[in-house]
């Protein structure tokens, strides 16, 4: 899969937030703000350098990417930050066409290699393990504050020794 040769990758802060919500309600449905990962990431702004919009040859909003202040707190209290990516938002007579490739590469290359937080997510482990190494091996002891499916709890991680066995994921407010 390769990226759309008309995308346009910007910053998502450069987009007025009522497009981006439309978006978010035209990909996901309304309702998304019930599912888990909202309560995830309650309370938090999402990072303006991991979060990005891809416009079209009409420079038409058709996709987002937003990331997220996160942290695994485990049972001593601790808590590990890490980046929540997602949610990943293509509009859908536009999915298929690389624009989801193209916001995630762009947002995981924005990841500093010199001190990168582990990033999680909920996704489909086979896509997302495939083109960026989430995977789901390390998560098995990790919960979250709503129903989700334990498989698609996905992270990256340069060292996953660092990642605690167990911990509830929220928001990471410092």
């Known amino acids: 899969m390769t990226a759309p040769q008309t995308a346009t990758i910007i910053p998502l802060d450069n987009v007025d937030p009522a497009l981006v919500e439309a978006l978010l309600d035209t990909a996901f449905e309304p309702g998304r703000h019930k599912r888990t990962a ?14 990005f919009a891809a416009l079209d040859a009409e420079e038409m909003l058709v996709g987002s990417i937003q990331c997220w202040p996160v942290a695994l707190n485990d049972e001593a209290g601790r ?8 949610p990943v938002a293509v509009l ?27 990033q999680v997510m909920i996704g489909d482990p086979e896509y997302y393990g495939r083109f960026w190494g989430f995977a789901n091996e390390h ?18 991680c340069d060292n996953p020794a660092v990642l605690p066995k167990t911990g509830t994921l929220g928001p990471w407010l410092r």
């Open 92 to 118: 859908p007579e536009h999915q298929g066409m690389g624009y989801g490739q193209a916001l995630m590469s762009a947002s995981m290359a924005g990841i500093d290699e010199r001190a990168p937080l582990p």
């Open 38 to 51: 909202y309560k995830v990431r309650e309370g938090t702004d999402w990072l303006p350098g991991l979060s």
């Open 79 to 86: 808590a590990h930050p890490m980046i929540m990516v997602g």
């Open 139 to 156: 998560t098995a002891g990790w919960s979250l504050p709503g129903a989700f499916e334990r498989h698609r709890l996905l992270v990256r």
